[in-house]
């Protein structure tokens, strides 16, 4: 099955035209959007298409859902976690993102990795870190990853900080996309270690979870998930 069968959730970076109010959110509160890509594992290999699919989330994510006075954090996970943009979009006469920005930022954003090793808990950890700065403003975390444990040194603590994640009150939605089927060296699925890592708050209401051919089905969810979060 092709991973890439979601392309229509971009308009491709041409929308349709939408009001100024709409655009700007005059009439909704703010947002705090993190979104991590995690270039490790899965994504050096060209036949997973890995890389692609990370682009287009991300892509969407920038053009349909960030409205002008919503903060936004780009992180980008290797062996460690790298800040690729940290800033608050103010847009002007209801325009959207650049359309030179969102492939910039995103260009950056989902670079392979080169070293080995994933920081997929460093990851959780900085995001935990920028929502406690963004106090009073409701703060939306999109991870996109394969969820491969194996080789990130703080996968004990995974769990742990996942539970202070979703203990602020501000957190309004936590998406992980991209998780893989694969099985990793133990023979467990790598999607099913991953989410079993979460432990409990797995299940918490906020918490939405899309293997690597299933993001076609679950991207509408995240994205009412979000109009939601903003009233």
């Known amino acids: 099955m092709s991973p890439l069968p979601f392309l229509f959730l971009l308009p491709l970076l041409t929308p349709a035209p939408m009001s100024a109010g709409t655009v700007l959110g005059l009439s909704t509160p703010p947002l705090h959007f993190v979104i991590a890509a995690d270039m490790t594992g899965s994504s050096k290999n060209p036949a997973y298409k890995y890389a692609e699919q990370a682009r287009l989330l991300s892509q969407s994510i920038l053009l349909n859902q960030v409205r002008s006075g919503d903060t936004l954090t780009l992180l980008r ?6 800040t690729v943009a940290d800033f608050r979009f103010a847009s002007k006469n209801g325009a959207r993102m650049g359309k030179a920005d969102i492939l910039r930022y995103v260009g950056a954003l989902t670079q ?18 920028l929502t406690a700065r963004t106090a009073g403003t409701g703060d939306v975390i999109v991870m996109f990853t394969d969820g491969a444990l194996l080789d990130d040194p703080g ?10 994640l979703l203990g602020r009150r501000d957190t309004r939605q936590i998406f992980f996309a991209g998780l893989s089927p694969e099985k990793d060296k133990n023979g467990d699925s790598i999607r099913d270690g991953f989410v079993n890592a979460l432990g409990k708050a797995g299940n918490d209401a906020r918490v939405l979870t899309a293997g690597a051919y299933d993001l076609n ?13 903003r009233r």
Do not use: H, M, W
């Open 77 to 82: 996970i290797c062996e460690g976690v790298q």
């Open 217 to 229: 089905n679950v991207y509408p969810t995240f994205a009412d998930a979000v109009k939601k979060a």
């Open 155 to 164: 996968r004990g603590k995974l769990g742990i900080i996942f539970d202070k």
């Open 112 to 129: 392979p990795c080169t070293g080995r090793g994933s920081a997929i808990t460093a990851g959780l950890s900085k995001a935990n870190e």
